[in-house]
């Protein structure tokens, strides 16, 4: 049984630094993609990061050169560290697997 935990989130100032974690247990982790979303209030859950298999990674503009994410596949764990963070980057941040599994989510507030 696949299952994602998201972790780390929490209240911040603008400006400021966060790192969430995603704990993956149930599948051979190490071969697949995993996806961070976030959906903010009143708006689509929308690709923050990916990364492959083989250690490839992306980002949706609005956080290139901000976040970065990245996995270590003894620890069957991604990472995503969200720096110079701005109050538009409050969401609920989500976790996914290549099936379509979600992880319960995690809150990013962005505020002074």
């Known amino acids: 049984q696949v299952q994602l935990v998201e972790s780390g989130g929490g209240l911040v100032q603008p400006g400021g630094s966060l790192r969430l974690s995603c704990a993956a247990s149930?599948?051979?982790?190490?071969?697949?993609?995993i996806f961070w979303y976030r959906q903010a209030p009143g708006k689509e859950r929308e690709l923050v990061a990916t990364?492959?298999?083989?250690?490839?990674?992306s980002y949706a503009d609005s956080v290139k050169g901000r976040f970065t994410i990245s996995r270590d596949n003894a620890k069957n764990t991604v990472y995503l560290q969200m720096n110079s963070l701005k109050p538009e980057d409050t969401a609920v941040y989500y976790c996914?697997?290549?099936?379509?599994?979600w992880g319960q989510g995690t809150q990013v507030t962005v505020s002074s």
């Open positions: 996914k697997t290549l099936f379509g599994d």
């Open positions: 149930g599948f051979t982790f190490s071969r697949y993609a």
């Open positions: 990364t492959t298999s083989v250690g490839g990674t």
